[in-house]
Nanobody, 116 residues
């Protein structure tokens, strides 16, 4: 069974930066893509970024050029560097792993709050 544990959320002011991390443990394939979604109050969960085991990245338009996703050499930890944060980035951020194209394993989420 796979467990994903996020860390690094918090309260910052607009324009500041935060770095989120997600560590995977248990039995899993290190070839599984890993990434991030977020969910703001009253809104649906939305895609943020994903990275493949080879390092290929994809970003949502809203965060491209501000956020950077990365993965460690062991491919068990994924990080999200968030720069120039905006109040609209306020949300609970969820790490995920995708064993298949139709399957998602989720972390418990970490709160990011950006004040104006």
């Amino acid at each position: 069974q796979v467990q994903l544990v996020e860390s690094g959320g918090g309260l910052v002011q607009a324009g500041e930066s935060l770095r989120l991390s997600c560590a995977a443990s248990g039995r899993f394939s290190r070839f599984n893509p890993m990434g991030w979604y977020r969910q703001a109050p009253g809104k649906q969960r939305e895609f943020v970024a994903v990275i493949s085991s080879e390092g290929t990245t994809t970003y949502a338009n809203a965060v491209r050029d501000r956020f950077t996703i990365s993965r460690d050499g062991a491919r068990s930890t994924v990080a999200l560097q968030m720069n120039t944060l905006k109040p609209d980035d306020t949300a609970v951020y969820y790490c995920y792993m995708a064993p298949t194209t139709a399957t998602r394993i989720w972390g418990q989420g970490t709160q990011v709050t950006v004040s104006s």
